[in-house]
Structure formats: structure tokens, C-alpha cells
């Protein structure tokens, strides 16, 4: 690159005269890095900003902790595989305890019939019409019903199936009289 070539350069980059272009490189003899920080010492042109870098945490922006919240929370929500897997864990927990629980038909002491509580309430709610009609009936007709399972709860709703049972024989036995 002959001088004129050099001189040219520099006028492109740095956006001196063409005066202060040729007398930066003279000086400098003719070395192009060395003219440019020659006319930066004497102010003709202005230093390149310098940057930093730190590797200690910045103050995060308002928005930017509010994307990162957002993006969090929706990584913790549920997909419809997950949320169906949780229902049908739920529906097997149900039938689970209403296998273990037994619905139970007493007549004049001795056990008439004994079904699983799911099955009774299944009954229930397919053959409404047909089942309580059944069970009033039984009431008076010396039935009773028990059921087994857990004992604080069986023993609250077998109490209340004997007061059932006993106000049924009370009001059968007025009949009579």
C-alpha cells in the first residue's frame, strides 16, 4: 500500500482532514496503527468507548423478573396427561375403599345379604326408583342394615341406621296396636 492509499484510509476511518491525515503518518512513519492513536493523543479524533464486563449480578429489570415468574409458573403447570393420570389414581382410591367397605341385610339376626359399598351405591344411583322403595320395605319387614369398614365411620352410620330401624318398629308396632 503506497502512501497515498495510506493517507485515504485513515481520512476513511477516522474522518480527519487530508492535511492532518499526512502529517499524522509522517510522524508516525507512515505505520497506520500508529497514526490513528497519534491524532487520538492530539484530540483531532475521539477514543473508541470502552466496554466492560463483569461477572457480579446486575440489577434485573422490572419486566425481566416478571418474565421469568411467568415462565416459571408455567412450567409448573399440569398437562392433560398428568391432570387424567390424577383423576384416574383419584377413581381407583374410590373403588379401592368401596371394595373394602360392605353394605350389610340383616333379618331377624341372621345375615340376608352383604354387598361391597360400591356396588350398593352404584345401585343407588343407577336404580334410585327401585332401591329405596326396596329398602323402606326392608325397614319394615324386620330388616336391618349395617355396614363394615372403618370404625369411627361405620359406627356413626350404623347408629343412624338403627334408630332408623327402631323408629320403624316403633311406628310398626303402633300399627299393630
Not at 463483569?54 to 421469568?68: F, G, K, Y
Not at 341385610?105 to 356396588?119: A, T
Not at 326392608?138 to 361405620?154: I, N, P, S
Request: glycine fraction near 6%; proline fraction near 2%; charged fraction near 30%.
Amino acid at each position: 500500500m503506497d502512501q497515498l492509499e495510506k493517507v485515504e484510509k485513515i481520512r476513511e476511518k477516522t474522518g480527519v482532514s487530508y492535511e492532518d491525515a499526512k502529517s499524522a503518518l509522517e510522524a508516525c512513519n507512515y505505520d497506520l496503527l500508529d497514526a490513528i492513536v497519534y491524532l487520538e493523543k492530539l484530540g483531532k479524533i475521539k477514543a473508541p468507548e470502552v466496554g466492560t464486563y463483569t461477572t457480579t449480578p446486575q440489577e434485573t429489570s422490572n419486566e425481566l423478573a416478571q418474565a421469568q415468574a411467568a415462565y416459571e409458573q408455567s412450567c409448573k403447570k399440569k398437562t392433560f396427561g398428568e391432570r387424567m393420570d390424577e383423576f384416574f389414581a383419584w377413581v381407583g382410591d374410590i373403588i379401592k375403599k368401596g371394595c373394602e367397605k360392605n353394605f350389610i341385610i340383616e333379618r331377624k339376626g341372621e345375615r340376608f345379604m352383604r354387598m361391597p359399598i360400591i356396588i350398593f351405591i352404584l345401585l343407588l344411583i343407577f336404580a334410585f326408583w327401585i332401591c329405596v322403595p326396596l329398602l323402606i320395605i326392608g325397614l319394615f319387614c324386620d330388616c336391618r342394615y349395617h355396614f363394615e369398614g372403618d370404625a369411627k365411620t361405620v359406627q356413626d352410620i350404623n347408629n343412624a341406621c338403627d334408630k332408623a330401624s327402631d323408629a320403624c318398629t316403633n311406628v310398626k308396632d303402633d300399627i299393630k296396636k
